[in-house]
């Protein structure tokens, strides 16, 4: 069974930055993407960036280009998240998330169909 454990939340100021990391398990089977998705209270499920399985090639959600990169580690099975010049409306819960639906579902927009995700981490920008 897959798992998905993230870290590396917390609190920082506007301008600031922080790096996401998700331990990823359990992969016996073929994913199409690898991600992240976030959510913030009271408004729906936003994808923010993912990266594909077969060529690590990446796609982000306009708010955060430029600013967010999304990467991995094949060796440990981790993908990390680093987000930098972060804005207040950057505060979300972020959830590394996996897609194993066989034809791929939408990730901008997001989508749940086919896809996994961990408990998430919270990531709040504030002064």
């Known amino acids: 069974q897959v798992q998905l454990v993230e870290s590396g939340g917390g609190l920082v100021q506007p301008g600031g930055s922080l790096r996401l990391s998700c331990a990823a398990s359990?992969?016996?089977?073929?994913?199409?993407?690898i991600g992240w998705f976030r959510q913030a209270p009271g408004k729906a499920r936003e994808g923010v960036a993912r990266?594909?399985?077969?060529?690590?090639?990446?796609h982000y959600v306009d708010s955060v280009k430029g600013r967010f990169t999304i990467s991995r580690d094949n060796a440990r099975n981790t993908v990390y998240l680093q987000m930098n010049s972060l804005l207040p409306e950057d505060t979300a819960h972020y959830y590394c998330?996996?897609?194993?639906?066989?034809?791929?579902?939408?990730?901008?927009?997001?989508?749940?169909?086919?896809?996994?995700w961990g408990q998430g981490t919270q990531v709040t920008v504030s002064s």
């Open positions: 990266i594909s399985s077969s060529d690590d090639i990446t």
């Open positions: 359990g992969l016996t089977l073929g994913y199409s993407y």
């Open positions: 998330v996996i897609d194993l639906s066989t034809r791929g579902s939408s990730w901008f927009p997001f989508s749940a169909i086919g896809k996994h």
